[in-house]
């Protein structure tokens, strides 16, 4: 069964930073790309940011571009988002997800695998 587990959410100003991170086991975090959404209630899941297999592919929603940076920490077998000048739009609940298209996807329906998720909420 594979699990991804999410942590690093919380409350912070608009113009902070937070970092969420997801863990995973080796076998799936050698074998899948990962990527980020978020969702705010009625509203659909969103697409922030993919990273590849190999993490040399990386994608991100125009709406965090230049603000949210993915990664992928091998050897912690965790893919990380670096969240800076956050705004109170960024405000929802963060998931990670794993899809076996290694070049990375945009696409919610390419996601195998979702964690449980993190709340994010940005106080202006």
């Known amino acids: 069964q594979v699990q991804l587990v999410e942590s690093g959410g919380g409350l912070v100003q608009a113009g902070g930073s937070l970092r969420l991170s997801c863990a995973t086991s080796?076998?799936?975090?050698?074998?899948?790309?990962m990527g980020w959404f978020r969702q705010v209630p009625g509203k659909e899941r969103e697409f922030v940011a993919s990273i590849s297999w190999s993490g040399g592919s990386v994608y991100y929603a125009e709406s965090v571009k230049g603000r949210f940076t993915i990664s992928r920490d091998d050897a912690k077998n965790t893919v990380n988002l670096q969240m800076n000048s956050l705004k109170s739009e960024d405000t929802a609940v963060y998931y990670c997800a794993a899809s076996t298209i290694v070049a990375g996807a945009v696409a919610r329906s390419s996601y195998d695998y979702w964690g449980q998720g993190t709340q994010v909420t940005v106080s202006s």
């Open positions: 080796r076998r799936t975090f050698s074998s899948h790309a």
